[in-house]
């Protein structure tokens, strides 16, 4: 969301923009520090037991959002809260629907917030807002929704991923994955193509960016195989070195929304690998290399394919890349509103 009231922010000349956000003391440190350089009006309200105060808020459909922030043209909404409004146009951003697809695995308590905002957004919203036309698609596919009230505001890559800057050194080539390690990322069939890969390319190793998945929900293999490192969470100046420095990148994902450390990957000009699951489509364009990821013989040829790409096709991942940022997706959401007010 912060890169997208950035860019709303940019696009929004003369509007004025409230950034609300109830939350308890450690969430107003992070959000005051996120929206620190952008220019909107910001209302941070620090709370005692800030979850369990906006779930029976949005549940209970009072008070108004008015209440707190005044007459509104526009209420657009979060995943985590979603109260009602007396006025105005109604409207969210839909990243997947992920825990409708694959429920066993998604963490229970993310099954329960995310079902919950999606039947408040399509039993009360005006417009709501997809990160992809496939994800737009799924909506009105497995939900109803109306497809012209589903607009498209794609996200934006930061500008720190890219060609030009250091890159990282682990001691060896390497084949980079950012993932959390979840079970829906698909890691493990990405550990089982590796070690084909390997048998040609000894001195290759696997590193492997993301954090292990919450407690209580569903965990993922064992990724412990010769080669493979384990980075864990690492910032984004790390990350933008780690792409850049990879020989491949590789994105093994059973579904998506989008499918953004794809578009990251294109954009730091290095070759891309991805699952060929549709929903990677738009990230991928017809720049990075796709595989059946249920396959480990054709997921290892799509990563040697990948480290013999040539100048040209680096540099189109590049531009493809470059229509995602989050000037256009704030402008894109500016319009979406426009058509409705």
Known sequence: ????????????????IVAFAPTGLRG?????????????????????????????????????????????????????????????LRTTTLHDLVPLHFRELVHPRTYRLHTAKLRNAVRTCDLIFANSQFTADDLHKQLGFPRERVHVAYPGIDPRFGPNGPRADLGAPYLLAVATREPRK????LVEAFKLVRGEHRELRLAVVGAEPPSGGPQASSLDAEGVSLLGFVSDEELARLYRGAEAFAYPSIFEGFGMPIAEALASRIPAVASDHPSLDEASGDVAVRADTSDPKAFAAALEDAFELDAARLDAGVLHASRFTWQACGEAVLRGYQSFL
């Open 186 to 189: 698909n890691l493990e069939a």
């Open 28 to 88: 107003s440190r992070r959000v005051a520090a996120a929206l620190a350089e952008i220019p909107v009006e910001k209302r941070i309200s620090t709370l005692p037991a800030a979850y369990y105060w906006r779930k029976l808020w949005s549940l209970a459909g009072r008070p108004p959002v008015e209440r707190f922030v005044g007459p509104l043209d526009v209420f657009h909404f979060s995943d985590w809260m979603y109260p009602a409004q007396r006025g105005g």
């Open 1 to 16: 969301m912060r890169g997208m009231v950035g860019g709303l922010a940019s696009a929004a000349g003369d509007h004025e």
